[in-house]
C-alpha cells in the first residue's frame, strides 16, 4: 500500500509509437522505514479515531538511521473496519473531490475560450515575429533559438505534461531536504487516518520518493501524451489527469477505511492509469508489446481488461505490494469518462462558457467564444 510506480513497460505499435507501462504500483509499509515512518505506541485504554504515524527524528542513533530489511510491519487498525463513524470522515475528501472535479473542468472551459479570443491576436503576432526575423541577420550558436526549436519540435502532447513533469521533478528534490521531510509526509502522502485529509489528495500525486518511481511514471506520461492529448485537447486533458489524481485517492481512501489497512500513498500513477486506460478505451485496436519482448503484441482492449482484472484481484485478496484501489480507480476513472463522462461534462460545458463570457465582456451579447468547441473531441 505505500507508492506508486510501473512494473510493466509496454509500447503502442503502429503509425505513432507509444511506450508506457500497463500499470502502476504504490510500494507498502516498506516505504514507511525508508521514509523514516514507525508505528504510534499503542495505547488500549485509548480508542482515537485518528492516530498519526510520526516519523522518526533524525539522530544519531544507528538503529534509526539503517533501516532493517525485515519483512513488511503489519498495519495499524485505528478503527475496525465499516464502522459508520470511520466512514463518515469520508465525507470531506468525497466533497472536495467533487468540488476539485468541477473546478478542474470549468477551470478548463475558460482556458481554452481564453486560448481561443487570444487565437487572432497571436496569428498576426507570429507574422510580425517571422517578418522582425527575416530582417535580422541570424545569430550563430544562439542557445535560446536552439531551445525555442527543441520545443517547437515536441508535439503538443509533450508540451503539455513537461509542466508535469517539471513539478514532479521538484518535489522529488525537496524529499531529499531533511527539514521538508515531516511536511512532505504531512501534506504529499496520502493517508485516510491522517488528520490531513484533503489538500494531500492532490499533492501525493505529484509525490515520488524512488528515483525509479519518478523515472518510471514520468517515462509512461510522456509516452502516451500525445496520444492522449491529441484525443481529448490539451485543456480536456489537464482537466481529466488532475481529476484523477483525486478520484483514484478518493477510492483508495473507501479501501483502506473499508478494510482497515492504513498507510501512506503518493505518486503519479493513479492519474496515468486513467490517461493509460482512456487511450486504450479509444484506440482498442491499437497493438501494445512489452518493451523488452517487441516480439510479442497484444491488442489495448485486451491490455486494459488484464489491467483491471489485476487490480480488482488485488483489492479482494489484499495484496500489499501495489495500490491497487487507487490503479482500479484511476482506470475505471479512464474508462468511464471515455465512453460517458465526455459527452456529460465537456460536452455540456457551452451554458458555462457563455456565463464567462458574459461576465467577462460585462454583460454584453454573448457572441463568440460561448459555443466555440475548439476543435477538440
Not at 157 to 164: K, L, P
Not at 212 to 241: C, D, I, K, P
Request: charged residues 20%.
Amino acid at each position: 500500500m505505500a507508492w506508486r510506480s510501473c512494473s510493466l513497460l509496454l509500447r503502442l505499435t503502429g503509425d505513432d509509437v507509444f511506450r508506457s507501462s500497463a500499470r502502476g504500483g504504490r510500494w507498502p509499509h516498506s516505504f514507511q522505514q525508508r521514509c523514516g515512518f514507525r508505528k504510534a505506541s499503542k495505547k488500549p485504554e485509548s480508542k482515537k479515531v485518528e492516530e498519526e504515524l510520526i516519523p522518526h527524528q533524525h539522530a544519531e542513533s544507528s538503529e534509526v538511521a539503517v533501516p532493517r530489511r525485515s519483512p513488511a510491519p503489519h498495519s495499524v487498525h485505528h478503527r475496525p473496519p465499516g464502522s459508520p463513524r470511520a466512514f463518515s470522515r469520508l465525507l470531506r475528501p468525497l466533497v472536495f473531490t467533487v468540488g476539485f472535479t468541477g473546478c478542474s473542468f470549468g477551470s478548463a472551459a475558460i482556458w481554452q475560450y481564453e486560448s481561443l479570443k487570444s487565437r487572432v491576436q497571436s496569428y498576426f503576432d507570429e507574422i510580425r515575429a517571422d517578418w522582425l526575423e527575416k530582417l535580422r541577420p541570424p545569430k550563430r550558436g544562439d542557445v535560446r533559438k536552439e531551445i525555442n526549436q527543441w520545443w517547437h519540435s515536441l508535439s503538443e502532447g509533450q508540451r503539455t505534461v513537461t509542466g508535469i513533469i517539471a513539478a514532479n521533478a521538484l518535489v522529488f528534490c525537496c524529499w531529499r531536504v531533511p527539514s521538508l521531510q515531516r511536511s512532505m509526509i504531512k501534506y504529499f502522502t496520502s493517508n485516510p487516518a491522517s488528520k490531513t485529509l484533503c489538500s494531500p489528495m492532490l499533492l501525493s500525486t505529484f509525490s515520488h520518493f524512488s528515483f525509479f518511481h519518478l523515472a518510471a511514471n514520468m517515462y509512461v506520461l510522456w509516452s502516451f501524451s500525445t496520444s492522449a492529448v491529441s484525443m481529448l485537447g490539451r485543456e480536456q486533458f489537464m482537466a481529466v489527469y488532475l481529476s484523477a489524481g483525486v478520484v483514484s485517492t478518493f477510492v483508495s481512501y473507501i479501501c483502506k477505511m473499508a478494510t482497515g489497512r492504513f498507510g501512506p500513498s503518493l505518486g503519479a500513477s493513479g492519474a496515468i492509469m486513467t490517461v493509460l486506460a482512456a487511450v486504450c478505451t479509444k484506440m482498442p485496436e491499437a497493438k501494445l508489446a512489452i518493451i523488452f519482448l517487441p516480439m510479442f503484441t497484444f491488442t489495448a482492449a485486451n491490455a486494459l481488461k488484464a489491467i483491471v482484472a489485476m487490480d480488482t484481484a488485488g483489492v479482494v485478496l489484499g495484496w500489499k505490494f501495489f495500490d491497487h484501489a487507487a490503479h482500479l480507480g484511476g482506470a475505471l476513472f479512464g474508462v468511464w469518462y471515455i465512453l460517458f463522462g465526455h459527452e456529460l461534462i465537456w460536452k455540456n460545458r457551452e451554458p458555462f462558457v457563455k456565463l464567462w463570457h458574459d461576465l467577462r465582456t460585462r454583460g454584453g451579447p454573448g457572441r463568440g467564444g460561448g459555443s466555440d468547441d475548439g476543435g477538440t473531441a
